[in-house]
């Protein structure tokens, strides 16, 4: 058989191995089989799609192995989102950064970035279910996996020295010790061996049959070096990949402190306010996660969403029996847990609103009246809506927009307010189509509403900016209001400096707006001394304008 043949009519080379295979078939005419099957093969070796596979398989084989086409980086999506980080802080200082930093954002260049990636990472290949293996009935599937002892937790439902990057437990139908849980980026998970299920039958050539965790434990803890696993494989194991949620946690969490935690060692410590990369939500009560940013790869254990709640309600509902009135209404406001976010880049032309909320008496119209001071045709504030009368020397427009009363309860009761009230028998209110009309312009607004109209305010549509203006402690608070003759906002004629009640009534209320809205807070400035209040707010309105930051994830989808 020759290595060449004819198609279309043209010469072709072909595959020597196609051409070795050929050439086989004519010593399979020996053999015992029928016309048919050596029809059917010599015409499959021929067929042109075979060897335009065939022609394919080799490119991708001798091209992975050549220099000439390696990538030189499969991440290149998360450089880019560092890249975005460093050009935002030099926005208003290079034209080319400027340039350089809305060109990345381009949805052509990271959808050429992304497929890079994939490339890189091989991730076009198939993922082909495992072939069975034929076995006898009573013949078990059994896997030597070998491990190096490091540093990482390796435990049933006691603490333990960290080892390996796994949690084991005995299971309750068999009494078999099983692998409960796989940590993400730790030893085992790294090996791709070790999988939820997989049932522990020896450890370093000791078998572990009737011991119990702890037994094993023992056994690993005095280990040195590699450590051998006789495992035998679950049922059916998954390959998860990670999740690439990341949340906003709204409490402080200490996993040294949990009781219920399954393996202190393997907890994952964080603040409130700290941004975590949910890596599995497989199971119910305790998810896998790692600080954002942190290069530690291993992930750790924290409370699941649903497990949280219901440690906040319980711990609530027990207050409330004792006669803590600040709870009287805890289940009417969302039970803040985790929030899932995402990066929000600044988008030219288009400012976040930002907003000031806090207790009435904190400072916020002072404040506020000092940012649009710095740059009037910059900052502005939207004008508000009145049904009542027109007086002399005022433009509709200017102090207020002057509507019926009825066309404001119609308004209102459409949700177009993000806030309103009634005065003297007469309504005000702020539009949300006013605050979009300020954005729309290029201008920034500035807004300091009632806490109630968060809700209104919290939306994609907005995206707004939120700083809680909070008051120092009761006595500080008074200290340093009456050593600058500060008048009372509570004195509609503004003649008088505060009482001991109303400081009083700015700290109780401030305590309310932080139980009640605190994980709607983007930033806290707390107004003791004013001057460095209104620079911490300068500071925080530059970073709106110039660094992504993170928002709720439906506001970027």
């Known amino acids: 058989m020759t290595a060449e043949l004819m198609a279309n009519g043209t010469k072709e080379k072909w595959d020597p191995a196609l051409s070795r295979l050929l050439s086989s078939l004519q010593q399979a005419k020996e053999l015992p089989s029928t016309e048919e099957d050596l029809g059917f093969l010599s015409e499959l070796l021929q067929s042109k799609e075979l060897h335009a596979l065939v022609n394919v398989h080799n490119k991708i084989i001798s091209n992975g192995a050549s220099d000439k086409f390696f990538p030189m980086l499969s991440t290149s999506m998360h450089v880019m989102v560092d890249v975005l980080e460093v050009l935002a802080a030099k926005l208003q200082v290079s034209e080319e950064c400027k340039e350089l930093f809305y060109l990345l954002q ?32 009573d013949e078990e599937t059994i896997k030597i996996v070998q491990l190096v002892k490091s540093n990482e937790p390796l435990t049933g439902a006691q603490s333990a020295e960290p080892i390996v990057g796994a949690t084991i437990k005995t299971d309750e139908e068999t009494g078999k010790i099983i692998i409960a849980r796989v940590m993400h980026g730790g030893a085992a998970d790294r ?19 009737g011991k119990t965790p702890n037994d094993v434990l023992s056994i690993l803890q005095n280990s040195e070096g590699t450590i051998t696993f006789k495992l035998v494989p679950a049922d059916s194991k998954m390959n998860v990949r990670e999740s690439k949620v990341r949340v906003r946690a709204h409490f402080d969490y200490e996993a040294s402190n949990d009781p219920y935690i399954p393996c202190k060692e393997a907890g994952l410590d964080f603040r409130k306010g700290d941004v975590l990369h949910i890596v599995s939500q497989d199971d119910a009560y305790w998810w896998q996660a790692r600080r954002e940013g942190d290069r530690n790869m291993r992930a750790g254990l924290i409370p699941s969403r649903a497990l949280q709640e219901r440690r906040i309600i319980h711990d609530r509902t027990q207050a409330a029996k004792d006669g803590d009135d600040e709870n009287d209404d805890f289940d009417r406001e969302q039970i803040a847990t985790y929030e899932e976010v995402a990066k929000l880049y600044p988008r030219p032309g288009i400012y976040r609103p930002i907003v000031l909320i806090g207790a009435p008496g904190v400072g916020r119209n002072e404040l506020k009246r000092r940012l649009i001071d710095t740059d009037p045709d910059k900052y502005r504030t939207p004008t508000p809506f009145t049904s009542r009368q027109m007086k002399p020397g005022e433009v509709n427009g200017k102090e207020y927009f002057f509507v019926p009363r009825e066309k404001m309860e119609e308004d209102i009761e459409a949700s177009k307010f993000i806030e309103f009230g009634e005065y003297k028998g007469n309504l005000y209110g702020t539009s949300a189509d006013s605050v979009k009309a300020i954005v729309n312009s290029g201008h920034v607004c500035i807004l300091n509403p009632h806490y109630q109209a968060l809700k209104m305010l919290r939306t994609p549509q907005l995206k707004p900016y939120i700083i809680y203006i909070k008051p120092p402690p009761l006595e500080r608070l008074k200290e340093t209001r009456n050593a600058v003759h500060a008048r009372s906002t509570f004195d509609v004629n503004n003649s008088r400096g505060f009482t001991e009640e109303e400081f009083n009534d700015i700290i109780k209320s401030a305590t309310r707006i932080e139980f009640l809205y605190e994980h709607f807070f983007d930033e806290v400035i707390v107004n003791d001394d004013l001057a460095v209040a209104f620079s911490q707010l300068l500071a925080a309105v530059n970073r709106v304008e110039s660094e992504p930051l993170w928002v709720p994830a439906s506001w970027v989808q």
């Open 106 to 137: 381009k949805p052509h260049v990271q959808g050429l970035l992304y497929s890079h990636d994939a490339i890189a990472q091989k991730d076009y290949y198939p993922h082909l279910p495992e072939i069975p293996q034929e076995a006898d009935e």
């Open 191 to 209: 090996s791709g061996l070790i999988h939820v299920g997989d049932e522990v039958v020896e450890v370093n050539y000791i078998n572990v049959e």
